[in-house]
């Protein structure tokens, strides 16, 4: 069994940086692929990013390239979102999944955290 807690939203402002937080108080997460999502207010779900469950390689959202880093450590069991230069429409529920293969696809995960919030205010 596999549960998914994300942790370290909250409120910023533009400019400013948060790093996420995934862990399982299940099976270990090490054994899993992760990918990070979003849903902004009144918007599908979004790929951000994903990492391979041995670290590399790491992927991406082209609108976030650059600016957000994905990582693993495997002493502490946690995947982490770096999140830099926040823009305002960024403002959404941040979700880690668990699946086999660290892809954009929502359905290749099957494991999802409740989500944390992060709001980027202008």
């Known amino acids: 069994q596999v549960q998914l807690v994300e942790s370290g939203g909250g409120l910023v402002q533009a400019g400013d940086s948060l790093r996420l937080s995934c862990v399982s108080s299940?099976?270990?997460?090490?054994?899993?692929?992760v990918g990070w999502f979003r849903r902004p207010p009144g918007e599908e779900r979004e790929f951000v990013a994903a990492?391979?469950?041995?670290?590399?390689?790491?992927y991406y959202a082209d609108s976030v390239k650059g600016r957000f880093t994905v990582s693993r450590d495997s002493a502490k069991d946690t995947v982490y979102l770096q999140m830099n230069s926040l823009k305002p429409e960024e403002t959404a529920v941040y979700h880690c999944?668990?699946?086999?293969?660290?892809?954009?696809?929502?359905?290749?995960?099957?494991?999802w955290g409740q989500g944390t919030q992060v709001t980027v205010s202008s």
């Open positions: 299940g099976r270990t997460l090490s054994a899993y692929a």
């Open positions: 990492i391979h469950r041995s670290g590399s390689p790491t």
């Open positions: 999944a668990a699946g086999n293969f660290p892809t954009r696809s929502t359905a290749a995960y099957g494991h």
